[in-house]
């Protein structure tokens, strides 16, 4: 079923005001300061929400209702992490940025480590970044396409030149605008739809509850050995916690937006508004699966197990399937550009940190540039490169989800946290570890990827019936990586003290106790 005039109205206005926004915001690009991070001037609100919209994703929106209604409550266990992760995310990683006067947070690298440390990660976040651009596109393509009847690629095409010209023209203030109010747009979408469906039912929450639990999924082991179990509670919130330090730490992504704020106290409150946005966001899609798996189960006149089995495959694809088939015309419309809202915040914010780190930790390093209008344009130019070459990581992605039968999550999880948390232990061993020097820290990286790939894809290697649960990737990796640098540094050379003041350290390492 295809969306109506009014939809395709409220689509082109939506996409047109996103247009305008980055030409508006162009006339305030002087320098790569005002076009990176709004000269360090941004409000911790408006900050704060464009990091939950940026991470939230098309990814989130469309596969946490897909994950609920497939596999259960497990997976939004990992809202409870946030009680580990808040006071280490703000009293330690954040006071450590705000005191580095950089752009990018690989220039810490540098100053920690050598410059490898620092070329190794901007690289690293680049490839990760584009895979994630990649994966975004094509599952906002996924959804559209399933709504309109529209082929993939030309959807792949509208979002990703829409979303690079604004980012290209506006820059940091023009993405932070456009975040919140798609974080808006998100919010209000997922709030909508359980509302709307029990309008229509005349059921409510209690009555969908009652109808999933005879299906099993509201049932999570609270902690497993089996590395084969795919959740267990205990399991994704450590998942979770590792995700969050390595995240707000070593993520250009997510630390940019804390740069652009004007003090730790400033940056703080942008970290709590993000957990506090992102748990509200995953209470009401997890919901939204409950909703949905209410309304179809009341359709299909099947008992809940039948029903279960039935839907589970093609879970993915019910949200698109309610908001083209079943809404009202011009709300399937607003609901379709939430869901745009979802992959376009998430998009700009890669171009315009690709965009940083390569002008920051390459160009700039090697002096390719000397006047602050010929610096700005080649950022202007690399965002527009790196908004082109997303496109093709989408199509790439399009071809794994083919082959590969993995549901959205998992494919988010094996594919695209490879290198988060060898890059986040990477951030942290210099932090914490005063004996680590750069040989030391590069070893540990390279073990902590490696034990990515090795838990990621060891059904593959090792020719194992199933995969290892996804929810060990982060914590194996993040925790073999800090444990490698530890050693190393016990053995290796140690950092100059000139190393250990790039963090207020004065002290020479032979002084430790």
Known sequence: MHL??????????????????????????????????????????????????????????LSLPGEMIRYGVGYFAGIFAYVLAIPVVSWLIIPALMRLPVTSVYEYFEKRFNLAARLLGAVVFIIMRLTWVG?????????????????????????????????????????????????????????????????QTGTGPVAWWDAFSQTGRDQVPIVSLDPFVRISMVGIIVESFFWHIATNSADQVAVQRYLSTSSVHAAR????????????????????????????????????????????????DKLPQFIARELPAGLSGLLLAAILA??????????????????TDMVDRLRLTSSDRNKLFVAMITALGAGLAGLGAALGVDTAMRA???????????????????????????????????????????AGVTTSVLVSFAREIFALDQGLSFMWIIPTSFLVSLLVSYIAGRLLPQPSAAQLAALGRQQPPENES
């Open 4 to 61: 109506g005039t009014l939809d395709f109205v409220v689509i082109i206005a939506y996409l047109v005001g996103l247009a305008l926004l980055g030409l508006y915001f162009s006339r305030k690009q002087t320098s790569q300061v005002s076009y990176f991070l709004g000269n360090r001037r941004m409000p911790w609100l408006l900050a704060g929400v464009s990091v939950m919209a940026t991470l939230v994703s098309t990814l989130s929106y």
């Open 135 to 199: 994966l975004i596109i094509y599952t906002a393509s996924f959804a559209v396409a399933k709504m309109t009847g529209w082929d993939t690629t030309s959807v792949i095409l509208v979002i990703g030149l829409v979303t690079t010209f604004y980012t290209t023209a506006g820059g940091m203030q023009a993405v932070l605008w456009s975040d919140f109010v798609q974080g808006c747009l998100l919010i209000g979408g997922a709030l909508f739809i359980p509302v709307f469906i029990a309008m």
């Open 269 to 316: 409150r942008s970290f709590w508004v993000s957990a506090a946005f992102t748990i509200v966001l995953m209470l009401l899609l997890m919901l939204v699966g409950l909703a949905l798996f209410g309304f179809y189960f009341q359709q299909s006149n099947l008992d809940a197990e039948a029903f279960q089995e039935q839907i589970a495959p093609d879970a993915d």
């Open 342 to 359: 979802a992959a376009m915040s998430s998009l700009s914010s890669g171009i315009n940190s690709i965009s940083s780190v390569v002008t």
């Open 404 to 446: 590969l039968g993995w549901n959205l999550v998992e494919m988010v999880e094996r594919i695209n946290h490879l290198f988060v948390a060898p890059l986040g232990a990477l951030f942290v061993a210099g932090l914490v570890f005063r004996r680590v020097g750069s040989t030391a820290a590069l070893l540990g990286f390279a």
